[in-house]
C-alpha cells in the first residue's frame, strides 16, 4: 500500500492557481500553497485543466520579458 502523499502540483482534484511575476512568466501553482513573494495571481481557483487552458492561451512567449528599468536587473 502506497501512504506517500501526491505531489499536490499534480493532485488534479485540488484547486489551482495561475500566478504571474512582473517578466510576464506564469505558473501553475496549487491553491493550498502561498503564493511566492514577486508573483500575483490572476486566475484561480480553478480546476487544474482550466489553468493550464489559461496559460497556453495567455503565454505565447515563453522568453522573460526584459526588465522595464536597467535597476530591475
Known amino acids: 500500500m502506497n501512504t506517500e ?3 499536490p502540483f499534480d493532485d488534479e482534484s485540488l484547486p489551482f492557481l ?3 511575476n512582473s517578466r510576464g512568466q506564469y ?3 496549487p491553491q493550498i500553497t502561498s503564493v511566492p513573494p514577486g508573483w500575483r495571481n490572476v486566475l484561480g481557483p480553478a480546476r487544474r485543466a482550466e489553468c493550464i487552458h ?4 495567455n503565454w ?3 522568453r522573460p520579458r526584459l526588465p ?3 535597476a530591475d536587473k
Open 5 to 7: 502523499q501526491p505531489n
Open 18 to 20: 495561475v500566478l504571474i
Open 27 to 29: 505558473s501553475l501553482w
Open 54 to 57: 489559461y496559460i497556453e492561451q
Open 60 to 62: 505565447t512567449d515563453i
Open 68 to 70: 522595464a528599468h536597467p
